[in-house]
């Protein structure tokens, strides 16, 4: 007797041969979804930090920097002695006196009240705008900055408590003027060792000329216009300033720099991306055309 599955099988047998060669094969995606899908995943990894918990990590450092800094008054002595021994460094290496700088600026009283005004005035808030426009524009560069920010400001705590200095305005043997006292505007009271609102033996490093090379470079990081580089100009003015008005050495910038170089050797910034970079190049991707890519199809049976 003969069974009558065999039409079935024969039906089926059938059925998968008048499937389409290729239909096993998945069909690779378009080329422009392919590329739209490769730009949004450094977006997604550009997270930006919860905006709470950065103001208070913020205004945390803020405090310790400050609280840091006062540690270290009551060092009269030693801040003047080792003003003496920067200052005979100085002359030894045959760096260029501070008063050079400073006799242009006494050229006209204008020239040296904007000085003073820009020592006082100008280092925070041109640091607090720097990473907040990070922040709402270029997240992951905003972490890598306050990470190197972070890391030289504790240093530079530490080099502040090793090593009080005296500023060159209150060295006799430099001979040079305290040009926010005779001029004003000044940060400074008229006698160091008793200002409570500042220390003024935290000398070395610098962090006014260590906090505008950074922010220079951030922004010549971050973004992608072809002046960028003129951000240099910042921490340049910002060393023409702090020497001129006699605030710091030339040794004072050379440490600051060395300490950010170090940090920037370890803390490493994030790679340029449409997203942590700008969108200037986006245009010139979206205007391309769109080439398809050949279907994969199945050789045959």
Do not use: C
Not at 229 to 258: E, F
Request: glycine share 6%; hydrophobic share 50%.
């Amino acid at each position: 007797m003969h069974s009558r599955t065999e039409p079935a099988e024969s039906e089926s047998e059938s059925a998968s041969d008048s499937e389409p060669p290729d239909a096993a094969i998945p069909r690779a995606a378009p080329y422009g979804a392919a590329t739209a899908a490769h730009r949004a995943a450094p977006r997604s990894a550009a997270v930006r930090p919860p905006l709470l918990r950065e103001l208070l990590l913020v205004v945390g450092l803020f405090v310790v920097y400050k609280a840091g800094r006062q540690l270290a008054t009551g060092h009269t002595a030693e801040a003047f002695r080792n003003a003496d021994r920067v200052w005979n460094l100085e002359r030894s290496v045959h760096l260029p006196g501070e008063g050079t700088v400073q006799t242009a600026l006494l050229h006209g009283d204008t020239l040296v009240r904007l000085a003073n005004t820009y020592y006082a005035t100008v280092h925070f808030p041109a640091t607090a705008a720097f990473l907040i426009w990070l922040y709402l524009r270029r997240p992951a560069h905003y972490v890598w900055a306050r990470r190197v920010l972070a890391v030289v400001t504790a240093a530079a705590l530490v080099g502040h408590l090793a090593f009080p200095l005296a500023p060159p305005r209150l060295l006799d043997a430099a001979g040079l003027v305290d040009t926010g006292q005779v001029y004003g505007p000044t940060v400074y009271g008229a006698h160091p060792a008793t200002d409570e609102m500042a220390n003024q033996f935290a000398a070395m490093p610098s962090l006014h000329f260590g906090w505008a090379l950074m922010v220079a470079i951030g922004l010549i990081a971050a973004t992608t216009s072809r002046w960028r580089r003129l951000w240099l100009l910042h921490p340049l003015l910002t060393l023409l300033v702090i020497v001129g008005t006699a605030n710091h050495y030339w040794l004072d910038s050379v440490v600051a720099t060395a300490l950010l170089g170090s940090a920037l050797a370890v803390i490493h910034s994030p790679h340029r991306t449409v997203t942590t970079a700008g969108r200037a190049r986006e245009p010139e991707r979206a205007a391309a055309p769109v080439q398809d890519v050949p279907e994969l199809v199945r050789a045959g049976r």
